[in-house]
């Protein structure tokens, strides 16, 4: 026998009494326990979603603005987000372009043209050295994309590829760790026949970001550097990331 509030109570019915209250408390705790799962999967369905849609960029955000109409009827009016996450959108005679460089030896490059992300970390086609996107500067396709090791590259292979792009197409550079270990004087000449006014001093380590039109000489306005310098640097043994973003004229005649 044993007590039980000043009561004295038959042992087999407080045992009975502690199991109720046991399963009572496993039952409360197994649900919490659901509960938390089901929303730490929330939790990432929705991260995954947020971080696809400001990478990847694949689709653009749209916003609604409600519009009241002749009739007094409210209607929805879907409006596209500027392409390329610019502020504004830009006039037809021009194209969006957003181009950021690497992070010190981790973040990779981004490079976006005409509200379409070409090249960057999640698409997982950058790498070490100049990433460049070629495109045809009146019809805004783009022909090809790829990165030119300045490390470890084949000198005369990266000269042939840069000798191949076709004046009047836009090429959007964007760098990424080493740059200028290859870098000669006759490669410096073709991104000067672009328009580049940075290309001639860049040097180990640098952060550039370039859009220009081969073969027109015109000096262009999108093009940044960030120099390598301990006392500046952000991180470490790495320079700020520079990025260029804008209306880039399709026409060959426009100014910059």
């Known amino acids: 026998m044993m007590k039980c509030q000043g009561k004295v109570l038959p042992f087999v019915q407080i045992c009975r009494f502690g199991f109720i209250i046991a399963d009572h408390l496993l039952s409360v705790l197994l649900a919490a326990v659901l509960h938390l799962t089901a929303v730490i999967l929330v939790l990432l369905v929705a ?8 990478e990847v960029q694949t689709f653009q955000w749209t916003k609604v603005t409600n519009i009241l109409n002749t009739e007094g009827e409210i209607r929805a009016e879907i409006k596209s987000a500027p392409k390329c996450s610019l502020s504004r959108d830009c006039p037809p005679d021009r194209f969006a372009l957003s181009v950021r460089s690497g992070a010190g030896d981790i973040v990779g490059p981004r490079i976006c043209f005409n509200g379409k992300t070409i090249m960057n970390n999640v698409l997982n086609n950058v790498g070490e050295g100049l990433n460049i996107v070629v495109v045809d500067g009146e019809r805004g396709v783009v022909e090809k994309y790829g990165f030119l090791n300045m490390d470890i590259g084949n000198r005369d292979d990266i000269l042939a590829y840069l000798k191949e792009i076709q004046p009047g197409r836009i090429v959007l550079v964007a760098s990424f760790q080493d740059v200028a270990t290859l870098l000669t004087d006759e490669i410096k000449e073709i991104f000067v026949g672009m328009g580049s006014s940075f290309i001639t001093s860049l ?28 006392k500046t640097n952000a991180f470490e043994k790495w320079p700020n990331m520079v990025e260029v973003a804008g209306c880039f004229p399709r026409s060959l005649n426009a100014t910059l």
């Open 203 to 230: 040097k180990l380590k640098d952060n550039w970001v370039f859009v220009g039109r081969a073969g027109t000489k015109i000096k262009s306005v999108f093009e940044k550097q960030a120099v390598n310098d301990e």
């Open 47 to 54: 991260w995954e979603f947020v971080k696809t849609s400001f």
